[in-house]
Protein backbone atom coordinates (compact mmCIF):
# COMPACT_ATOMS: atom_id res chain seq x y z
CA UNK A 1 0.00 0.00 0.00
CA UNK A 2 1.62 3.14 -0.83
CA UNK A 3 2.58 5.35 2.29
CA UNK A 4 1.13 8.78 0.74
CA UNK A 5 -2.39 7.25 0.89
CA UNK A 6 -4.14 8.36 3.45
CA UNK A 7 -7.79 7.67 2.72
CA UNK A 8 -9.78 5.86 5.26
CA UNK A 9 -11.34 4.27 1.84
CA UNK A 10 -8.29 2.67 1.24
CA UNK A 11 -6.93 1.75 4.23
CA UNK A 12 -7.43 -1.53 7.05
CA UNK A 13 -8.31 -0.44 10.73
CA UNK A 14 -5.25 -1.56 12.52
CA UNK A 15 -4.27 -1.75 15.20
CA UNK A 16 -3.46 -5.07 17.40
CA UNK A 17 -6.74 -5.54 19.59
CA UNK A 18 -9.01 -4.44 16.13
CA UNK A 19 -7.10 -7.30 14.65
CA UNK A 20 -8.11 -9.91 17.34
CA UNK A 21 -11.82 -8.76 17.54
CA UNK A 22 -11.60 -9.01 12.90
CA UNK A 23 -10.19 -12.57 13.66
CA UNK A 24 -12.73 -13.54 16.79
CA UNK A 25 -15.74 -11.99 13.85
CA UNK A 26 -14.49 -14.22 11.61
CA UNK A 27 -14.38 -17.22 13.66
CA UNK A 28 -17.11 -17.72 15.88
CA UNK A 29 -15.68 -21.30 17.28
CA UNK A 30 -12.45 -19.68 18.49
CA UNK A 31 -13.75 -19.28 22.05
CA UNK A 32 -16.01 -21.84 22.45
CA UNK A 33 -12.79 -24.12 21.54
CA UNK A 34 -10.80 -22.19 23.90
CA UNK A 35 -12.88 -23.22 26.75
CA UNK A 36 -13.24 -26.73 25.90
CA UNK A 37 -9.09 -26.89 25.33
CA UNK A 38 -8.73 -25.25 29.44
CA UNK A 39 -12.04 -27.01 30.87
CA UNK A 40 -10.39 -30.49 29.68
CA UNK A 41 -6.70 -29.45 30.49
CA UNK A 42 -8.20 -27.73 33.84
CA UNK A 43 -10.21 -31.14 34.80
CA UNK A 44 -7.88 -33.63 33.36
CA UNK A 45 -5.64 -31.51 36.45
CA UNK A 46 -8.16 -31.37 39.10
CA UNK A 47 -9.89 -35.26 38.59
CA UNK A 48 -6.73 -36.74 36.89
CA UNK A 49 -6.37 -39.89 34.37
CA UNK A 50 -10.26 -40.97 35.31
CA UNK A 51 -11.19 -37.97 33.36
CA UNK A 52 -9.39 -38.44 29.99
CA UNK A 53 -9.91 -41.90 29.83
CA UNK A 54 -11.76 -42.55 26.51
CA UNK A 55 -14.41 -44.18 28.32
CA UNK A 56 -15.37 -41.72 29.97
CA UNK A 57 -15.16 -39.23 27.19
CA UNK A 58 -16.93 -41.53 24.97
CA UNK A 59 -19.73 -41.61 27.51
CA UNK A 60 -20.00 -37.87 27.64
CA UNK A 61 -20.42 -37.63 24.00
CA UNK A 62 -23.33 -39.80 24.30
CA UNK A 63 -24.79 -38.24 27.30
CA UNK A 64 -24.87 -34.72 25.12
CA UNK A 65 -26.04 -36.86 21.89
CA UNK A 66 -30.27 -35.77 22.42
CA UNK A 67 -29.14 -32.48 23.35
CA UNK A 68 -26.83 -31.84 20.73
CA UNK A 69 -29.11 -33.01 18.02
CA UNK A 70 -31.97 -30.99 19.41
CA UNK A 71 -29.35 -27.60 19.93
CA UNK A 72 -28.16 -28.47 15.74
CA UNK A 73 -32.05 -27.57 15.33
CA UNK A 74 -31.77 -24.36 17.84
CA UNK A 75 -28.33 -23.60 16.18
CA UNK A 76 -30.63 -23.16 12.38
CA UNK A 77 -33.12 -21.28 14.17
CA UNK A 78 -31.06 -19.13 15.91
CA UNK A 79 -29.27 -18.15 13.12
CA UNK A 80 -32.46 -16.72 11.68
CA UNK A 81 -32.56 -14.82 15.23
CA UNK A 82 -35.66 -16.53 16.07
CA UNK A 83 -35.98 -19.11 18.95
CA UNK A 84 -37.76 -22.36 19.38
CA UNK A 85 -39.02 -23.39 22.84
CA UNK A 86 -41.02 -26.38 21.33
CA UNK A 87 -37.65 -28.54 20.23
CA UNK A 88 -38.28 -30.47 23.71
CA UNK A 89 -42.02 -31.10 23.13
CA UNK A 90 -41.42 -31.86 19.25
CA UNK A 91 -38.57 -34.80 20.03
CA UNK A 92 -41.10 -36.54 22.47
CA UNK A 93 -44.21 -36.39 20.53
CA UNK A 94 -42.16 -37.97 17.42
CA UNK A 95 -40.45 -40.50 19.36
CA UNK A 96 -44.08 -41.25 20.86
CA UNK A 97 -46.03 -41.41 17.56
CA UNK A 98 -42.92 -44.04 16.65
CA UNK A 99 -43.38 -46.01 19.46
CA UNK A 100 -47.53 -46.13 19.23
CA UNK A 101 -47.70 -46.48 15.91
CA UNK A 102 -45.40 -49.45 16.03
CA UNK A 103 -46.18 -51.15 19.43
CA UNK A 104 -50.05 -50.02 19.36
CA UNK A 105 -51.29 -49.94 15.71
CA UNK A 106 -48.82 -52.81 14.49
CA UNK A 107 -47.52 -50.16 11.72
CA UNK A 108 -44.26 -51.63 10.23
CA UNK A 109 -41.44 -50.17 12.14
CA UNK A 110 -39.76 -48.50 9.83
CA UNK A 111 -42.76 -46.66 8.69
CA UNK A 112 -43.53 -45.57 11.70
CA UNK A 113 -39.82 -44.62 12.02
CA UNK A 114 -40.32 -41.95 9.26
CA UNK A 115 -43.86 -41.30 10.06
CA UNK A 116 -42.70 -39.84 13.68
CA UNK A 117 -39.83 -37.07 11.94
CA UNK A 118 -42.28 -36.37 9.34
CA UNK A 119 -44.63 -35.08 12.85
CA UNK A 120 -41.60 -33.53 13.63
CA UNK A 121 -41.24 -31.67 10.33
CA UNK A 122 -45.08 -31.35 10.49
CA UNK A 123 -44.76 -29.61 14.14
CA UNK A 124 -42.09 -27.23 12.40
CA UNK A 125 -44.31 -25.94 9.65
CA UNK A 126 -47.07 -25.67 12.14
CA UNK A 127 -44.11 -22.95 13.57
CA UNK A 128 -43.20 -21.85 10.80
CA UNK A 129 -46.77 -20.54 10.06
CA UNK A 130 -48.01 -18.51 12.82
CA UNK A 131 -44.39 -16.94 12.24
CA UNK A 132 -44.10 -16.44 8.75
CA UNK A 133 -47.61 -15.56 7.75
CA UNK A 134 -49.05 -14.32 11.38
CA UNK A 135 -45.56 -12.58 12.08
CA UNK A 136 -46.22 -13.50 15.34
CA UNK A 137 -42.70 -13.46 17.11
CA UNK A 138 -41.07 -17.08 17.71
CA UNK A 139 -40.73 -16.70 20.96
CA UNK A 140 -44.48 -16.56 22.07
CA UNK A 141 -45.72 -18.62 19.13
CA UNK A 142 -42.93 -21.27 20.25
CA UNK A 143 -43.94 -21.05 23.84
CA UNK A 144 -47.46 -21.94 23.00
CA UNK A 145 -46.75 -24.23 20.66
CA UNK A 146 -44.45 -26.19 23.19
CA UNK A 147 -48.09 -26.33 25.27
CA UNK A 148 -49.92 -27.62 22.19
CA UNK A 149 -47.36 -30.43 21.92
CA UNK A 150 -47.15 -31.67 25.26
CA UNK A 151 -50.67 -31.70 25.93
CA UNK A 152 -51.02 -33.56 22.40
CA UNK A 153 -48.00 -35.75 23.32
CA UNK A 154 -49.53 -36.34 26.77
CA UNK A 155 -53.09 -37.29 25.34
CA UNK A 156 -51.76 -39.64 22.52
CA UNK A 157 -49.36 -41.43 25.58
CA UNK A 158 -51.62 -41.44 27.92
CA UNK A 159 -49.32 -40.85 30.56
CA UNK A 160 -47.71 -44.23 29.92
CA UNK A 161 -44.33 -45.50 28.88
CA UNK A 162 -43.96 -48.33 26.48
CA UNK A 163 -41.36 -50.43 27.75
CA UNK A 164 -37.71 -51.64 26.33
CA UNK A 165 -38.95 -55.13 26.11
CA UNK A 166 -41.79 -54.54 24.04
CA UNK A 167 -40.20 -51.96 21.41
CA UNK A 168 -37.06 -54.85 21.14
CA UNK A 169 -39.60 -57.63 20.30
CA UNK A 170 -41.66 -55.57 17.96
CA UNK A 171 -39.70 -52.45 16.57
CA UNK A 172 -35.84 -53.25 17.23
CA UNK A 173 -35.32 -50.42 14.16
CA UNK A 174 -36.39 -47.76 16.94
CA UNK A 175 -33.48 -48.30 19.64
CA UNK A 176 -30.96 -49.10 16.42
CA UNK A 177 -29.73 -45.81 17.07
CA UNK A 178 -28.73 -46.67 21.07
CA UNK A 179 -26.32 -49.67 19.33
CA UNK A 180 -23.52 -49.15 21.13
CA UNK A 181 -20.13 -50.74 19.63
CA UNK A 182 -16.45 -50.25 20.81
CA UNK A 183 -13.55 -48.08 19.41
CA UNK A 184 -10.58 -49.15 21.33
CA UNK A 185 -10.79 -48.20 24.70
CA UNK A 186 -14.14 -45.82 23.78
CA UNK A 187 -17.30 -46.67 23.38
CA UNK A 188 -19.59 -44.91 20.79
CA UNK A 189 -23.26 -45.31 20.03
CA UNK A 190 -24.97 -45.04 16.50
CA UNK A 191 -26.92 -42.25 17.71
CA UNK A 192 -23.67 -40.43 18.39
CA UNK A 193 -22.41 -41.05 14.77
CA UNK A 194 -25.79 -39.90 13.34
CA UNK A 195 -25.45 -36.48 15.27
CA UNK A 196 -21.98 -35.99 13.96
CA UNK A 197 -23.42 -36.40 10.45
CA UNK A 198 -26.05 -34.73 10.90
CA UNK A 199 -23.88 -31.82 11.83
CA UNK A 200 -21.40 -32.59 8.66
CA UNK A 201 -24.53 -32.36 6.51
CA UNK A 202 -26.41 -29.06 8.40
CA UNK A 203 -22.36 -27.58 8.27
CA UNK A 204 -22.04 -28.33 4.21
CA UNK A 205 -25.75 -26.75 4.01
CA UNK A 206 -25.13 -23.72 6.08
CA UNK A 207 -21.31 -22.70 4.64
CA UNK A 208 -21.58 -24.37 0.65
CA UNK A 209 -25.13 -23.65 -0.30
CA UNK A 210 -26.60 -20.59 -1.49
CA UNK A 211 -29.55 -21.48 0.79
CA UNK A 212 -27.46 -21.59 3.85
CA UNK A 213 -25.78 -17.80 3.41
CA UNK A 214 -29.36 -17.08 2.59
CA UNK A 215 -30.46 -18.39 6.36
CA UNK A 216 -27.08 -16.08 7.75
CA UNK A 217 -28.12 -13.56 5.60
CA UNK A 218 -32.41 -13.61 7.16
CA UNK A 219 -30.72 -13.66 10.65
CA UNK A 220 -28.32 -11.22 10.54
CA UNK A 221 -30.02 -8.49 8.86
CA UNK A 222 -33.67 -9.31 6.91
CA UNK A 223 -34.52 -6.20 5.28
CA UNK A 224 -30.59 -6.52 3.45
CA UNK A 225 -31.68 -9.71 2.66
CA UNK A 226 -34.99 -8.75 1.04
CA UNK A 227 -33.37 -6.33 -0.85
CA UNK A 228 -30.57 -8.13 -1.88
CA UNK A 229 -33.95 -10.70 -3.82
CA UNK A 230 -33.91 -13.24 -0.98
CA UNK A 231 -37.78 -14.67 -0.39
CA UNK A 232 -36.97 -13.73 3.55
CA UNK A 233 -40.43 -15.75 4.87
CA UNK A 234 -39.66 -18.88 2.51
CA UNK A 235 -36.51 -19.18 3.91
CA UNK A 236 -37.61 -18.90 7.47
CA UNK A 237 -40.92 -20.95 7.09
CA UNK A 238 -37.85 -24.01 5.42
CA UNK A 239 -35.87 -23.25 8.50
CA UNK A 240 -38.52 -24.20 10.76
CA UNK A 241 -39.53 -27.17 8.90
CA UNK A 242 -36.00 -28.79 9.09
CA UNK A 243 -35.50 -27.64 12.52
CA UNK A 244 -38.59 -29.43 13.02
CA UNK A 245 -37.58 -32.74 10.91
CA UNK A 246 -34.02 -32.46 13.09
CA UNK A 247 -36.15 -32.86 16.52
CA UNK A 248 -38.04 -35.58 14.88
CA UNK A 249 -34.49 -37.75 14.48
CA UNK A 250 -33.84 -36.23 17.49
CA UNK A 251 -36.58 -38.24 19.32
CA UNK A 252 -35.00 -41.40 17.39
CA UNK A 253 -32.19 -40.79 19.24
CA UNK A 254 -34.14 -40.40 22.41
CA UNK A 255 -35.64 -43.70 21.83
CA UNK A 256 -31.59 -45.40 21.18
CA UNK A 257 -30.65 -43.50 24.39
CA UNK A 258 -33.57 -44.67 27.34
CA UNK A 259 -34.38 -47.92 25.47
CA UNK A 260 -38.09 -46.91 26.21
CA UNK A 261 -40.59 -44.38 24.98
CA UNK A 262 -41.61 -41.78 27.46
CA UNK A 263 -44.00 -38.79 27.90
CA UNK A 264 -41.60 -37.16 29.93
CA UNK A 265 -38.31 -37.56 28.28
CA UNK A 266 -37.97 -33.44 27.14
CA UNK A 267 -38.71 -31.29 30.45
CA UNK A 268 -35.38 -29.63 30.55
CA UNK A 269 -34.35 -30.65 26.96
CA UNK A 270 -35.95 -27.02 25.18
CA UNK A 271 -33.51 -24.84 27.70
CA UNK A 272 -30.25 -27.10 27.47
CA UNK A 273 -30.56 -27.35 23.60
CA UNK A 274 -30.41 -23.29 23.75
CA UNK A 275 -27.68 -23.42 26.40
CA UNK A 276 -25.39 -25.08 24.09
CA UNK A 277 -25.77 -23.23 21.32
CA UNK A 278 -25.56 -19.71 23.35
CA UNK A 279 -21.97 -21.50 24.89
CA UNK A 280 -21.12 -22.60 22.04
CA UNK A 281 -20.80 -18.82 20.69
CA UNK A 282 -24.28 -18.51 18.13
CA UNK A 283 -25.46 -14.85 18.61
CA UNK A 284 -28.92 -14.60 19.85
CA UNK A 285 -29.33 -11.61 17.72
CA UNK A 286 -28.85 -14.29 14.68
CA UNK A 287 -26.39 -14.29 11.64
CA UNK A 288 -23.42 -15.33 13.79
CA UNK A 289 -22.54 -18.75 14.81
CA UNK A 290 -22.08 -21.68 13.97
CA UNK A 291 -22.48 -25.48 13.80
CA UNK A 292 -19.06 -26.83 14.81
CA UNK A 293 -19.78 -24.26 17.80
CA UNK A 294 -22.54 -25.73 18.86
CA UNK A 295 -21.39 -28.77 18.95
CA UNK A 296 -18.53 -27.53 21.38
CA UNK A 297 -20.85 -26.21 22.92
CA UNK A 298 -23.02 -29.33 23.47
CA UNK A 299 -19.40 -30.96 24.27
CA UNK A 300 -18.86 -28.26 27.08
CA UNK A 301 -21.85 -28.80 29.46
CA UNK A 302 -21.08 -32.13 29.06
CA UNK A 303 -17.73 -32.14 29.63
CA UNK A 304 -18.00 -29.66 33.05
CA UNK A 305 -21.03 -31.64 34.19
CA UNK A 306 -18.91 -34.67 34.29
CA UNK A 307 -15.76 -33.29 35.44
CA UNK A 308 -17.66 -31.88 38.22
CA UNK A 309 -19.52 -34.89 39.14
CA UNK A 310 -16.08 -36.33 38.89
CA UNK A 311 -14.27 -34.07 41.38
CA UNK A 312 -17.28 -34.90 43.73
CA UNK A 313 -19.58 -32.03 43.40
CA UNK A 314 -22.87 -31.73 44.07
CA UNK A 315 -25.42 -31.51 40.97
CA UNK A 316 -26.39 -28.17 42.10
CA UNK A 317 -23.06 -27.21 41.66
CA UNK A 318 -23.03 -28.39 37.81
CA UNK A 319 -26.05 -26.36 37.56
CA UNK A 320 -24.14 -23.20 39.30
CA UNK A 321 -21.52 -23.53 36.57
CA UNK A 322 -23.49 -24.16 33.66
CA UNK A 323 -25.39 -20.87 34.38
CA UNK A 324 -22.16 -18.84 34.93
CA UNK A 325 -20.82 -20.02 31.71
CA UNK A 326 -24.08 -19.09 30.02
CA UNK A 327 -23.92 -15.69 31.09
CA UNK A 328 -20.00 -15.35 29.96
CA UNK A 329 -20.99 -16.56 26.71
CA UNK A 330 -23.60 -14.06 26.29
CA UNK A 331 -22.07 -11.14 27.73
CA UNK A 332 -18.91 -11.94 25.35
CA UNK A 333 -21.14 -11.98 22.35
CA UNK A 334 -22.91 -8.65 23.41
CA UNK A 335 -19.44 -6.98 23.84
CA UNK A 336 -17.98 -8.15 20.36
CA UNK A 337 -21.04 -6.97 19.11
CA UNK A 338 -21.29 -3.69 20.45
CA UNK A 339 -17.52 -3.16 20.13
CA UNK A 340 -17.00 -4.25 15.85
CA UNK A 341 -20.33 -1.81 14.30
CA UNK B 1 -43.60 -0.46 -28.22
CA UNK B 2 -41.61 2.16 -29.62
CA UNK B 3 -40.29 4.72 -28.22
CA UNK B 4 -43.25 6.67 -27.50
CA UNK B 5 -42.05 11.00 -28.78
CA UNK B 6 -42.88 12.42 -25.34
CA UNK B 7 -39.83 10.90 -23.92
CA UNK B 8 -37.80 12.41 -26.77
CA UNK B 9 -35.61 15.23 -25.67
CA UNK B 10 -35.31 18.78 -28.25
CA UNK B 11 -31.97 16.44 -29.49
CA UNK B 12 -33.74 13.78 -30.47
CA UNK B 13 -32.37 11.35 -27.64
CA UNK B 14 -34.19 8.94 -25.67
CA UNK B 15 -33.83 8.33 -21.96
CA UNK B 16 -32.51 5.49 -20.62
CA UNK B 17 -34.86 5.64 -17.87
CA UNK B 18 -38.24 7.81 -17.93
CA UNK B 19 -41.22 8.06 -15.62
CA UNK B 20 -44.23 9.83 -16.97
CA UNK B 21 -46.98 11.49 -14.19
CA UNK B 22 -46.02 8.45 -11.47
CA UNK B 23 -48.76 9.17 -8.70
CA UNK B 24 -48.91 7.26 -5.49
CA UNK B 25 -50.73 8.31 -2.36
CA UNK B 26 -50.51 6.32 1.22
CA UNK B 27 -54.17 7.26 2.80
CA UNK B 28 -54.49 11.27 2.78
CA UNK B 29 -50.87 11.55 1.95
CA UNK B 30 -50.16 11.71 -1.78
CA UNK B 31 -46.13 11.13 -1.54
CA UNK B 32 -46.48 11.20 -5.52
CA UNK B 33 -48.21 13.82 -7.44
CA UNK B 34 -47.83 13.22 -11.23
CA UNK B 35 -44.13 13.34 -11.22
CA UNK B 36 -41.73 12.73 -14.38
CA UNK B 37 -38.21 11.66 -14.31
CA UNK B 38 -35.70 11.24 -17.03
CA UNK B 39 -32.57 10.24 -17.16
CA UNK B 40 -30.22 9.74 -19.92
CA UNK B 41 -27.51 7.63 -20.98
CA UNK B 42 -23.97 8.24 -19.62
CA UNK B 43 -25.10 11.23 -17.12
CA UNK B 44 -25.21 11.63 -13.28
CA UNK B 45 -28.25 12.76 -12.44
CA UNK B 46 -28.92 14.53 -9.18
CA UNK B 47 -31.91 14.33 -7.50
CA UNK B 48 -32.69 17.10 -4.77
CA UNK B 49 -35.64 18.02 -2.53
CA UNK B 50 -36.61 18.56 0.54
CA UNK B 51 -37.34 16.12 3.66
CA UNK B 52 -41.02 14.94 2.13
CA UNK B 53 -40.96 16.50 -1.21
CA UNK B 54 -41.66 12.59 -2.27
CA UNK B 55 -37.82 11.67 -3.62
CA UNK B 56 -38.66 8.73 -1.67
CA UNK B 57 -41.21 6.97 -3.23
CA UNK B 58 -40.25 8.23 -7.04
CA UNK B 59 -37.45 6.50 -6.64
CA UNK B 60 -38.38 3.56 -4.89
CA UNK B 61 -40.80 2.94 -7.67
CA UNK B 62 -37.88 3.45 -10.08
CA UNK B 63 -35.90 0.59 -8.51
CA UNK B 64 -39.09 -1.47 -7.91
CA UNK B 65 -39.35 -1.39 -4.36
CA UNK B 66 -43.03 0.45 -4.38
CA UNK B 67 -45.84 0.15 -7.01
CA UNK B 68 -47.19 3.28 -8.01
CA UNK B 69 -51.04 3.69 -8.05
CA UNK B 70 -50.48 5.02 -11.57
CA UNK B 71 -48.40 6.68 -14.29
CA UNK B 72 -45.45 4.55 -16.74
CA UNK B 73 -41.76 3.85 -16.31
CA UNK B 74 -39.69 3.58 -19.35
CA UNK B 75 -36.38 1.32 -19.47
CA UNK B 76 -35.09 2.14 -22.64
CA UNK B 77 -37.79 2.95 -24.47
CA UNK B 78 -39.85 0.20 -23.61
CA UNK B 79 -42.70 0.50 -20.67
CA UNK B 80 -41.35 -1.67 -17.87
CA UNK B 81 -43.36 -2.76 -14.17
CA UNK B 82 -41.02 -3.31 -11.58
CA UNK B 83 -42.98 -5.66 -8.83
CA UNK B 84 -39.83 -6.55 -7.23
CA UNK B 85 -36.14 -4.90 -6.79
CA UNK B 86 -35.28 -7.73 -8.36
CA UNK B 87 -37.32 -7.35 -11.25
CA UNK B 88 -35.28 -4.06 -11.54
CA UNK B 89 -32.25 -5.36 -10.94
CA UNK B 90 -32.85 -8.40 -13.83
CA UNK B 91 -33.72 -5.28 -16.23
CA UNK B 92 -30.22 -3.56 -15.63
CA UNK B 93 -31.38 -1.20 -12.83
CA UNK B 94 -28.97 -1.39 -9.68
CA UNK B 95 -29.52 0.62 -6.44
CA UNK B 96 -27.88 0.73 -3.60
CA UNK B 97 -29.93 1.69 -0.67
CA UNK B 98 -28.91 4.12 1.77
CA UNK B 99 -28.83 1.21 4.64
CA UNK B 100 -26.97 -0.33 1.92
CA UNK B 101 -28.55 -3.71 2.15
CA UNK B 102 -25.58 -5.59 3.37
CA UNK B 103 -25.35 -8.35 6.14
CA UNK B 104 -22.44 -7.10 8.33
CA UNK B 105 -22.03 -10.00 9.59
CA UNK B 106 -20.75 -11.83 6.17
CA UNK B 107 -18.17 -11.68 4.59
CA UNK B 108 -17.76 -9.34 0.83
CA UNK B 109 -17.92 -11.99 -1.37
CA UNK B 110 -21.36 -13.39 0.33
CA UNK B 111 -22.87 -9.81 0.03
CA UNK B 112 -21.52 -9.09 -3.50
CA UNK B 113 -23.11 -12.72 -4.48
CA UNK B 114 -25.92 -12.13 -2.35
CA UNK B 115 -29.20 -13.57 -3.56
CA UNK B 116 -27.54 -14.29 -6.86
CA UNK B 117 -24.75 -17.22 -5.92
CA UNK B 118 -23.23 -19.20 -8.88
CA UNK B 119 -23.63 -23.22 -8.48
CA UNK B 120 -20.93 -25.38 -9.27
CA UNK B 121 -21.40 -26.77 -13.05
CA UNK B 122 -22.29 -30.66 -13.05
CA UNK B 123 -23.92 -32.74 -10.45
CA UNK B 124 -22.13 -30.95 -7.93
CA UNK B 125 -24.13 -27.67 -8.64
CA UNK B 126 -27.53 -29.83 -9.85
CA UNK B 127 -28.17 -31.87 -6.88
CA UNK B 128 -25.93 -30.86 -4.28
CA UNK B 129 -26.42 -27.19 -4.86
CA UNK B 130 -22.78 -26.49 -4.10
CA UNK B 131 -21.43 -23.13 -4.17
CA UNK B 132 -18.46 -22.11 -6.90
CA UNK B 133 -16.64 -20.23 -4.52
CA UNK B 134 -13.08 -19.94 -6.35
CA UNK B 135 -15.71 -18.33 -9.22
CA UNK B 136 -17.26 -16.09 -7.10
CA UNK B 137 -13.87 -14.88 -5.17
CA UNK B 138 -12.49 -14.91 -8.63
CA UNK B 139 -15.42 -12.23 -9.66
CA UNK B 140 -15.38 -10.25 -6.36
CA UNK B 141 -11.21 -9.51 -6.45
CA UNK B 142 -12.47 -8.41 -10.51
CA UNK B 143 -14.58 -5.98 -9.92
CA UNK B 144 -13.07 -4.10 -6.48
CA UNK B 145 -10.14 -4.16 -8.43
CA UNK B 146 -11.90 -2.65 -11.54
CA UNK B 147 -12.69 0.14 -9.33
CA UNK B 148 -9.25 0.54 -7.37
CA UNK B 149 -10.65 -1.19 -4.48
CA UNK B 150 -8.18 -4.16 -4.45
CA UNK B 151 -6.13 -2.61 -1.34
CA UNK B 152 -9.19 -4.52 0.17
CA UNK B 153 -6.91 -6.94 1.39
CA UNK B 154 -8.74 -9.88 2.22
CA UNK B 155 -12.44 -10.08 0.15
CA UNK B 156 -13.24 -12.57 2.93
CA UNK B 157 -13.40 -10.38 5.77
CA UNK B 158 -16.81 -9.62 6.95
CA UNK B 159 -18.31 -6.56 5.70
CA UNK B 160 -18.87 -4.96 9.94
CA UNK B 161 -14.69 -5.03 9.85
CA UNK B 162 -15.01 -2.32 6.88
CA UNK B 163 -15.38 1.05 7.36
CA UNK B 164 -18.22 3.08 6.77
CA UNK B 165 -16.57 4.17 2.64
CA UNK B 166 -15.54 0.63 2.09
CA UNK B 167 -19.08 -0.52 3.07
CA UNK B 168 -20.01 2.03 0.36
CA UNK B 169 -18.08 0.90 -2.15
CA UNK B 170 -18.49 -2.42 -1.88
CA UNK B 171 -22.11 -1.51 -2.49
CA UNK B 172 -21.36 0.20 -5.55
CA UNK B 173 -18.85 -2.50 -6.81
CA UNK B 174 -22.33 -5.01 -6.33
CA UNK B 175 -24.12 -2.89 -8.42
CA UNK B 176 -21.25 -2.60 -11.24
CA UNK B 177 -20.79 -6.09 -11.35
CA UNK B 178 -24.18 -7.53 -12.91
CA UNK B 179 -23.64 -5.57 -16.05
CA UNK B 180 -26.33 -2.73 -15.08
CA UNK B 181 -26.79 0.12 -17.37
CA UNK B 182 -28.34 2.47 -15.09
CA UNK B 183 -27.29 3.19 -10.83
CA UNK B 184 -29.39 4.31 -8.65
CA UNK B 185 -27.26 5.79 -5.16
CA UNK B 186 -29.29 6.45 -2.17
CA UNK B 187 -27.19 9.15 -0.13
CA UNK B 188 -24.13 7.60 -0.49
CA UNK B 189 -22.39 9.90 1.65
CA UNK B 190 -24.54 10.59 3.90
CA UNK B 191 -22.69 8.74 6.42
CA UNK B 192 -19.23 9.50 5.26
CA UNK B 193 -16.41 12.07 6.88
CA UNK B 194 -14.84 13.98 3.99
CA UNK B 195 -11.73 11.93 2.92
CA UNK B 196 -13.80 8.95 2.51
CA UNK B 197 -16.86 11.16 0.81
CA UNK B 198 -13.77 12.49 -1.85
CA UNK B 199 -13.30 8.71 -2.53
CA UNK B 200 -16.87 7.89 -3.45
CA UNK B 201 -17.39 10.51 -5.37
CA UNK B 202 -14.23 9.57 -7.28
CA UNK B 203 -15.58 6.05 -7.35
CA UNK B 204 -19.24 7.56 -9.02
CA UNK B 205 -17.03 9.32 -11.84
CA UNK B 206 -15.16 5.90 -12.44
CA UNK B 207 -18.30 4.38 -12.61
CA UNK B 208 -19.89 6.98 -15.23
CA UNK B 209 -16.31 6.16 -17.39
CA UNK B 210 -17.92 2.75 -17.69
CA UNK B 211 -20.98 3.87 -19.58
CA UNK B 212 -23.20 3.31 -17.00
CA UNK B 213 -26.12 6.29 -15.99
CA UNK B 214 -26.27 7.05 -12.54
CA UNK B 215 -28.73 8.78 -10.73
CA UNK B 216 -27.08 10.13 -7.29
CA UNK B 217 -29.87 11.03 -4.84
CA UNK B 218 -28.21 13.72 -2.47
CA UNK B 219 -28.53 16.44 0.03
CA UNK B 220 -25.16 17.62 -0.29
CA UNK B 221 -25.42 20.60 -2.54
CA UNK B 222 -22.02 20.98 -2.75
CA UNK B 223 -21.30 17.74 -4.19
CA UNK B 224 -24.44 17.30 -5.92
CA UNK B 225 -23.06 20.98 -7.82
CA UNK B 226 -19.63 18.88 -8.11
CA UNK B 227 -20.58 15.99 -9.51
CA UNK B 228 -23.64 15.90 -11.49
CA UNK B 229 -24.52 16.64 -15.13
CA UNK B 230 -27.80 17.83 -14.77
CA UNK B 231 -30.09 18.22 -11.62
CA UNK B 232 -33.72 17.44 -11.03
CA UNK B 233 -35.15 19.06 -8.37
CA UNK B 234 -38.49 17.86 -6.68
CA UNK B 235 -41.15 19.84 -4.99
CA UNK B 236 -44.82 18.52 -3.56
CA UNK B 237 -44.39 15.14 -5.48
CA UNK B 238 -43.27 16.27 -8.53
CA UNK B 239 -40.45 17.51 -10.42
CA UNK B 240 -40.79 20.97 -10.68
CA UNK B 241 -37.44 22.02 -12.53
CA UNK B 242 -34.30 20.60 -13.99
CA UNK B 243 -31.52 22.61 -14.23
CA UNK B 244 -27.43 22.64 -14.78
CA UNK B 245 -25.20 22.71 -12.20
CA UNK B 246 -23.19 25.50 -14.59
CA UNK B 247 -26.44 27.35 -15.10
CA UNK B 248 -27.53 28.07 -12.12
CA UNK B 249 -26.39 28.93 -8.26
CA UNK B 250 -26.40 26.35 -5.34
CA UNK B 251 -28.43 28.90 -3.27
CA UNK B 252 -31.06 29.52 -6.43
CA UNK B 253 -31.25 25.98 -6.69
CA UNK B 254 -32.10 25.23 -2.81
CA UNK B 255 -34.70 28.08 -3.34
CA UNK B 256 -36.72 26.72 -6.23
CA UNK B 257 -36.25 23.15 -3.95
CA UNK B 258 -38.52 25.11 -0.69
CA UNK B 259 -40.73 27.07 -3.13
CA UNK B 260 -39.05 30.33 -2.39
CA UNK B 261 -37.90 31.28 -6.13
CA UNK B 262 -40.16 30.18 -9.20
CA UNK B 263 -38.16 27.52 -11.54
CA UNK B 264 -36.90 28.86 -14.77
CA UNK B 265 -38.81 29.12 -17.63
CA UNK B 266 -38.87 27.38 -20.06
CA UNK B 267 -37.32 23.86 -18.52
CA UNK B 268 -34.27 22.38 -19.67
CA UNK B 269 -34.04 19.39 -21.72
CA UNK B 270 -31.87 16.72 -20.74
CA UNK B 271 -28.66 15.78 -22.91
CA UNK B 272 -25.98 13.61 -21.46
CA UNK B 273 -23.06 15.66 -23.71
CA UNK B 274 -22.91 18.36 -21.11
CA UNK B 275 -19.63 18.50 -19.56
CA UNK B 276 -19.73 20.29 -16.17
Redesign the interface.
Known sequence: MPADDTAPLFSERKGFGRRVINVLNGNPTIIPMLVLIVGVIAFSLIVGERFLHPFNLSLVLQQVTVIGVLALAQTLIILTAGIDLSVGAIMVLSSIAMGHLSIQFGVPPALSLLIGIVTGGICGALNGIFITLLRLPPFIVTLGTWSIFNSVLQFWSGGQTIRQQEIAADAAVLQWTGTAFRAGAAQLTLGSLLMLGLALLLWYILNRTAYGRHIYAVGNDPTAARLSGINTRKVLFSVYVLAGLICGIAGWILIGRIGAVSPLGGATANLDSITAVVIGGTSLFGGRGSIAGTLMGALIVGLFRNGLALAGLDVLWQEFAIGILIIIAVGFDQWLRRISV | MTTPDLLRNAGGETPILAARNLRKSFGRVVAMDGADFDLYPGEILAVIGDNGAGKSSMISALAG?MRPDSGDIWLDGKIVRFS???DA?DAGVETV?Q?????????IV?NLF????Y?KSGIQGAI????D?RRMRAEARHHLSQLG?M???NI???V??L?G??RQ?VAVARACAFGSRVIILDEPTAAL?V??T???LDLIRDVRQRGIAIVLISHNMPNVFEIADRVHIHRLGRRIAQIRPSELSMSDAVAIMTGAMEPPEPQLEGSPNVQT
Request: aromatic share 4%; glycine share 8%.
Open positions: ASPMRFTLAMAPALTDLGRERFRTLRLTIQDQIETSGQGGKERKV
